[in-house]
């Protein structure tokens, strides 16, 4: 059973940068799609990016296409997210999930979850 832990969240000004990670624990990615998704107040969780388990297929929202980088480093059984030009509504605590399967943007279909960190954009 994959345990899933991020970091990385934090404040940062509109135009910003971060880059969250998701380390695991307990298992090997190797065989594992990772997905990101986020969840703002008051909204549904959405799916922002995901990468296949060998990190050659790779998804991403719309709304974060072109600013948003998922990649994965499966020697440290982590997987990344670069976020740049980061927007207002970027805020939202983010999720890594891990999925033995293919690659996918449905939240559902994921079986293990990290507890999330917060980013938050503003001035």
């Known amino acids: 059973q994959a345990e899933l832990v991020e970091s990385g969240g934090g404040l940062v000004q509109p135009g910003g940068s971060l880059r969250l990670s998701c380390a695991a624990s307990?298992?090997?990615?190797?065989?594992?799609?990772i997905g990101w998704f986020r969840q703002a107040p008051g909204k549904e969780r959405e799916g922002v990016s995901c990468i296949s388990h060998n990190g050659g297929s790779t998804h991403y929202a719309d709304s974060v296409k072109g600013r948003f980088t998922i990649s994965r480093d499966n020697a440290k059984n982590t997987v990344y997210l670069q976020m740049t030009s980061l927007k207002p509504e970027d805020t939202a605590v983010y999720y890594c999930a891990a999925v033995w399967g293919i690659a996918t943007m449905k939240p559902n279909l994921y079986d293990y979850w990290g507890q999330g960190t917060l980013v938050t954009v503003s001035p």
């Open positions: 307990g298992s090997t990615l190797d065989y594992y799609a």
